[in-house]
């Protein structure tokens, strides 16, 4: 948060520089909110003392109250403690999905922008039958081969990533190969790789890097549903989707399913916010 | 015109391709599959098979041979519109979905029908409404996007079924379920739309033509009416053709929240049942589907925006 810190200094900056450095409050708001369910997810015990997986039988089904945040489930279990103990699963997982989508469609579309030719037209095709398949019936699809494991949800929602990622970075490619200064670059005899590292993916990271967060929201969106049809760890596990689905059961206990809702809302929301700031002060 | 038909003729033929390793791939990727599911499942004893029944499906299916030729031959009845028989079942694939598809049908054009609806409504209040307003609406898609799709039908369930009675959640295929089953996936849909047109809006609003129409003291509907909506909405029917796949991954989901039957329902089952030649074909058809929808729109698109040059396909939100 050393972000707020600099605004908050009154030492005359350059306007430039100000411009820049000026972070709305909304967006510090979702970085403090991505920090605490950073913190949630390495260490859990320390926001949460009660147990996750074994119950107090003669709590069950308290609603919220300052004991516990959250109310309890049916086997008298804190929820606030499950949510906190399964954000790990959840954001994790997330992330998974995310570097999977963004290393091999990266090098989907580094390499079809680079080579052309042929090889682009092979890949673009690849590509186009990813794009076909609906991106939530292709992570069931692959979930489904995989086996239902949160893990394998992951990686069928990085699947269904593969397309964006690739399609992003190819036009990168593309547009940096056309600027002078990439052109000039290989006249001075800079090798394929030089202007690979040097110009082209320096160029792209920052529209990669806001990519790569607005997915790391939606894959969040996207690992819930698969665990809310069950297709992720089967429960004691508490992954948000599977809590929210679990909740369902109980419509007399209705923070069962707010409680976690809330938490992926919230957490989604901030994500896409600091994925949008990202976009606007590109 | 020779210019748009060769395009068209290009575009076509990369559908077939597409719809074709479309197969493959999915062939491929249930192929990796661990184990031998297929087996296990027709010498499970609740499926109730004769030994003569799991031959002819074996010999059907050709699992007795390498993957290669299985996949050949499986394309080679798909090419000819033949998509196999269940497993689970023992009917064609091609029954089961006729079954089920008319219900998806309907939910997909009403949640479309709604998407439209809803993202117009947002993007005119952005632009029409005054200063608290239309900041506020502005959010309304982010926010949208930032809600699961099962967690927006457990709502509308919990308040529209539980609370105010409006429907029965076991009268799943009613009309007034359907329209709220519909308006789960719409809202997601319109949010991606209602993105891309507030974008383009400011975008037209930004330009000289805009601002020469504003000096001559054109008032803000009219303005938005008459000259920022036409251009604004022209890119929506390559998003809306995009957006088919969503509404059919999405009705997965729907269709589980509200326990309606259709495709997202087959498909459930099928991943339960692993029952793979039905998975395979909803999957092919959802490829098909989309293919084809993008056909139309690319196609379409060059004969209602004059501007668009055939040697590039339009940027959805390329201005955003």
């Known amino acids: 948060m050393t972000l707020t810190a600099v605004t908050a200094t009154e030492a005359p900056v350059p306007a430039r520089v100000r411009r820049t450095w000026r972070v709305p409050p909304t967006v510090v708001l979702s970085f403090l909110v991505v920090a605490l369910v950073v913190g949630w997810s390495v260490a859990p015990g320390v926001f949460s003392g009660q147990d996750p997986v074994n119950g107090v039988p003669a709590d069950l089904f308290a609603p919220p109250s300052a004991a516990h945040w959250f109310g309890t489930d049916h086997l008298g279990r804190d929820e606030f403690a499950r949510v906190v103990h399964g954000t790990a699963s959840s954001v994790s997982s997330a992330l998974v999905a995310v570097l999977i989508g963004l290393v091999v469609g990266g090098l989907i579309g580094l390499l079809s922008g680079f080579l052309g030719g042929l090889v682009d037209t092979v890949l673009a095709r690849f590509v186009d039958v990813l794009l076909a398949i609906p991106s939530f019936l292709l992570a069931v699809v692959v979930v489904s081969a995989l086996g239902f494991q949160t893990i394998n949800a992951a990686i069928a929602t990085g699947v269904s990533a593969v397309a964006v990622f690739a399609r992003v970075l190819r036009s990168e490619v593309l547009k940096a190969r056309s600027a002078v200064f990439v052109e000039a670059s290989l006249v001075l005899g800079g090798s394929r790789a030089h202007v690979l590292l040097r110009h082209v993916l320096p160029n792209a990271s920052r529209s990669v890097l806001q990519l790569a967060v607005l997915q790391f929201g939606l894959s969040i969106l996207v690992i819930a549903s698969l665990a809310f049809l069950g297709y992720g760890d089967p429960p004691p596990a508490s992954d948000w989707g599977l809590l929210i689905s679990a909740g369902r059961e109980y419509p007399l206990a209705p923070w069962l399913i707010y409680a976690p809702a809330l938490v992926t809302i919230v957490t989604v929301l901030s994500v896409n916010r600091i994925s949008r700031w990202l976009r606007k002060t590109d | ?320």
């Open chain 2, 1 to 320: 015109m020779s210019g748009y038909g060769g395009f068209a003729l290009r575009r076509a033929g990369q559908a077939v391709v597409v719809v074709l390793l479309t197969y493959v791939f999915t062939f491929w990727v249930i192929s990796v599959l661990p184990g031998d599911p297929v087996t296990t499942t027709l010498r499970n004893p609740q499926n109730g098979f004769t030994e003569e029944e799991i031959a002819r499906i074996v010999s059907y299916y050709g699992l007795d041979r390498p993957v290669l030729v299985q996949l050949w031959e499986s394309l080679s009845r798909f090419v000819t519109g033949d998509l196999g028989v269940s497993l689970r079942s023992n009917r064609s694939v091609a029954d089961m979905i006729g079954e089920v598809l008319p219900s998806t049908l309907v939910l997909a054009a009403a949640s479309l029908t709604i998407a439209v609806v809803l993202s117009f409504a947002i993007a005119f209040g952005v632009h029409y409404l005054p200063r608290p307003f239309s900041t506020a609406l502005r959010s309304v898609p982010s926010l949208f996007l930032s809600v699961p799709g099962f967690l927006v039908g457990l709502l509308l369930i919990q308040v529209f079924s539980f609370g105010l009675g409006l429907f029965r959640a076991i009268d799943t295929d009613g009309p007034v379920a359907t329209f709220f089953a519909a308006l789960t996936l719409g809202i997601w849909v319109s949010a991606q739309i209602a993105e891309v047109l507030i974008a383009n809006l400011d975008h037209e609003a930004a330009q000289e033509y805009a601002g020469v129409a504003r000096s001559r003291g054109l008032g803000r509907l009219r303005m938005l009416l008459k000259h920022l909506l036409k251009p604004s909405s022209l890119p929506v029917v390559t998003v809306l053709a995009l957006m088919i796949g969503e509404v059919l991954g999405g009705a997965v989901i729907t269709e589980a929240v509200f326990g309606r039957t259709g495709i997202g329902n087959l498909v459930e089952r099928s991943v339960a049942s692993q029952d793979l030649p039905v998975l395979q074909a909803v999957v092919t058809l959802a490829a098909v589907v989309f293919v084809v929808v993008n056909l139309l729109a690319d196609l379409v698109y060059p004969l209602l925006d004059p501007r668009v040059t055939l040697q590039a396909r339009p940027e959805v939100g390329a201005n955003a």
